[in-house]
């Protein structure tokens, strides 16, 4: 059964869904990928993980945490889980490109199957698909958009505030 509310961050309001085993998702308006609303839950404001989310979260945005510390429940194919999960690798301020995520991965050719899992990444900012580049160093899509993909990076890199 999952639940669902909305917060508000910087980038405006965030849905956060969970289902018994953690935050499934974390979507800003206008996601690319967003699932309909109707996949969400009910709506359930007072459930524990989206306080601790909500406080995990204003700490990041404050510049006072790098690191989410929050039961993940990821949907998905086992592909799209393991690109996920080595999202959480990236550390915060830095970035690699597609190609370099799947070798760290164990993929060596598969970067653009790396880049389709990422862009559908239900967990934007806590698992950071945001610190993935092109191979050139720009900055390729975002299911959040290009700004804010971009505005993440200089936030992290300690070129701008969020706020």
């Not at 639940?3 to 953690?22: F, K, N, R, W």
């Not at 979507?27 to 007072?46: C, I, K, L, N």
């Not at 070798?103 to 990444?121: C, F, I, M, W």
Request: glycine share 14%; aromatic share 10%.
């Amino acid at each position: 059964m999952r639940t669902h509310t909305v917060i508000d961050s910087p980038y405006g309001p965030l849905t956060l869904v969970a289902d018994e085993e953690g935050l499934c998702g974390l979507y800003m308006v206008q996601q690319r990928h967003r699932p309909a609303e109707e996949t969400f839950g009910h709506p359930d404001p007072s459930a524990p993980i989206f306080a601790e989310t909500e406080k995990q979260l204003k700490e990041y945005f404050a510049g006072q945490r790098r690191e989410f510390d929050l039961p993940l429940s990821f949907g998905g194919t086992e592909f799209q889980r393991t690109v996920w999960r080595g999202l959480l690798g990236i550390p915060y301020g830095e970035t690699v490109s597609y190609g370099e995520l799947a070798d760290r991965l164990g993929r060596p050719t598969a970067s653009r199957a790396v880049g389709l899992a990422n862009g559908k990444n239900p967990l934007g900012i806590i698992v950071p698909c945001h610190r993935v580049i092109g191979s050139n160093g720009d900055l390729t899509g975002y299911g959040g958009g290009i700004e804010r993909k971009r505005q993440l990076l200089d936030f992290e890199r300690g070129g701008s505030t969020l706020f």
